[in-house]
């Protein structure tokens, strides 16, 4: 069974900084890729980050230069560091694998940011 636990959200002043971690279990984790999305309310979906099982990373254009994506296979793990954050990061996020043509997700978690 495969699942994704998010933690490290919380509340932040703008310009400040929060990393955020995503626990993974039920596959093997160093053979897939994996991504972080938000949502923020009353918006669509947003994919923000990308990290191959060989550490290459996407970023969208709205959080390029500011967030880094990076993994550990040991521990199953992948991280956003969000740097810079602003009140337009405010958001759910969650970090999501593709597995068997089945796309996971985690709970997600609240990342607000004051002006």
């Known amino acids: 069974q495969v699942q994704l636990v998010e933690s490290g959200g919380g509340l932040v002043q703008a310009g400040g900084s929060l990393r955020l971690s995503c626990a993974a279990s039920?596959?093997?984790?160093?053979?897939?890729?994996m991504n972080w999305y938000r949502q923020a309310p009353g918006k669509e979906r947003e994919w923000v980050a990308r990290?191959?099982?060989?550490?290459?990373?996407n970023y969208a254009d709205s959080v390029k230069g500011r967030f880094t994506i990076s993994r550990d296979s040991a521990k199953n793990m992948v991280y956003l560091q969000m740097n810079s954050l602003n009140p337009e990061d405010t958001a759910v996020y969650c970090c999501?694998?593709?597995?068997?043509?089945?796309?996971?997700w985690g709970q997600g978690t609240q990342v607000t940011v004051s002006s």
């Open positions: 990290i191959t099982r060989g550490g290459d990373t």
């Open positions: 039920g596959i093997t984790f160093s053979l897939y890729a």
């Open positions: 999501t694998v593709s597995h068997r043509s089945t796309n996971y």
